[in-house]
């Protein structure tokens, strides 16, 4: 091996190391929901209240999402990420300090409504995580909470980076605009978090884990994804056709929802392990690109 051809594996190794890092460390997937809040900002025409709340919620996911990472190590699958985590455990951890430290940072920055709505959203997650928690609910709700699971993960995450801002900039919180945006997100983020599922159906029905996929089979978790793509065609044409026209909010939305489902309908050809965590939740940045080009 010559000199050029050494260096040039060198830095594609480095690089390799360094994109791990930034998709393993939940560091993509924290820009993937701060780019949420601006879309939210964008829609609600609330952008020079932006900054707090979407540099609160970037902090908060790379905290929420390395914890669970770090408290999960030995009951999780065994999958790329799961590998990367064992062998890079101090870098988790230290990533969640940084995530936490921010997020508790910009915290005493929001208004008083978005930070009750934190709050409230930080105990839910803390909640799940702690295992005499999930043992209670599994008690109280057998099967069906695991049922759930998409759509509580898709719930939070549509509060976070729906109200949060919304309620940071102080928009009426009986807004019909608002509520059509929480139900158009909460389909987009539940699209999303089923293929998640769907990739786990193997592994979680080893498990004895009753995800979707699992319980009703791959037909069903394509009928769903189907619906929810309908779903939310039909939001974005009464949002941005008929009630508040925007040709370019329309279009922008569409063509995100188009991408999103390609991507999860495709997702069980690719064997890449790098598909789910840049392709899939970067569906969430590629939206934010197309509505700040488009809008």
Same mark, same amino acid.
């Given at each position: 091996m010559n000199e050029r051809s050494w260096l040039a594996k060198l830095?594609?190794?480095?690089?390799?190391?360094?994109?791990?890092?930034? !998709?393993?460390?939940?560091?993509? &997937? %924290?820009?993937? +929901?701060?780019?949420?809040?601006?879309?939210?900002?964008?829609?609600?025409?609330?952008?020079?209240?932006?900054?707090?709340?979407?540099?609160?919620?970037?902090? %908060?996911?790379?905290?929420?999402?390395?914890?669970h990472h770090l408290m999960g190590m030995n009951r999780a699958a065994a999958t790329p990420q799961a590998f990367w985590v064992k062998n890079h455990r101090f870098g988790v951890l230290l990533l969640s300090i940084i995530g936490v430290g921010g997020a508790g940072f910009f915290f005493f920055q929001l208004r008083l409504p978005a930070q009750l709505l934190a709050v409230a959203l930080a105990f839910i997650v803390v909640s799940y995580e702690l295992k005499a928690f999930r043992d209670f609910l599994t008690h +109280?709700?057998?099967?069906?909470?695991? !049922? !759930?699971?998409?759509?509580?993960? #898709?719930a939070v995450w549509t509060a976070?980076?729906?109200? &949060?801002? +919304? $309620?940071?900039a102080q928009h009426p919180a009986d807004n019909m605009h608002l509520a059509l945006m929480l139900l158009n997100r909460? +389909?987009?983020? /539940?699209?999303?978090?089923?293929?998640?599922? %769907?990739? =786990?159906?193997? /592994?979680?029905?080893?498990?004895?884990?009753?995800? &979707?996929?699992?319980?009703?089979?791959? =037909?069903?978790?394509?009928?769903?994804?189907?619906a929810l793509t309908a779903a939310s065609f039909v939001l974005i044409v009464v949002m941005y056709v008929l009630l508040w026209p925007s040709a370019a909010m329309a279009i922008a939305l569409t063509l995100s929802v188009l991408a #999103?489902?390609?991507?999860?309908?495709?997702?069980?050809?690719?064997? /890449?392990?790098?598909?789910?965590?840049?392709?899939? =939740?970067?569906?969430?940045?590629?939206? $934010?690109?197309?509505?700040? !080009?488009?809008?």
């Open positions: 830095v594609l190794d480095q690089l390799l190391r360094l994109g791990q890092a930034v !998709l393993y460390g939940s560091l993509f &997937i %924290a820009l993937c +929901a701060a780019s949420l809040v601006m879309v939210t900002c964008r829609q609600l025409t609330i952008e020079p209240t932006c900054g707090i709340p979407a540099v609160f919620v970037f902090f %908060a996911t790379l905290g929420v999402y390395n914890i +109280a709700f057998g099967g069906r909470l695991v !049922l !759930l699971k998409t759509f509580v993960i #898709a976070a980076t729906v109200l &949060i801002p +919304a $309620w940071n909460f +389909a987009f983020i /539940s699209l999303l978090a089923l293929c998640f599922d %769907a990739r =786990d159906q193997i /592994s979680d029905s080893r498990r004895g884990l009753l995800t &979707i996929p699992v319980r009703f089979g791959m =037909d069903f978790t394509l009928y769903l994804y189907r #999103a489902y390609f991507a999860v309908s495709r997702a069980d050809q690719v064997s /890449s392990p790098y598909y789910y965590p840049m392709l899939v =939740d970067g569906q969430m940045l590629l939206q $934010w690109m197309l509505v700040m !080009l488009l809008t």
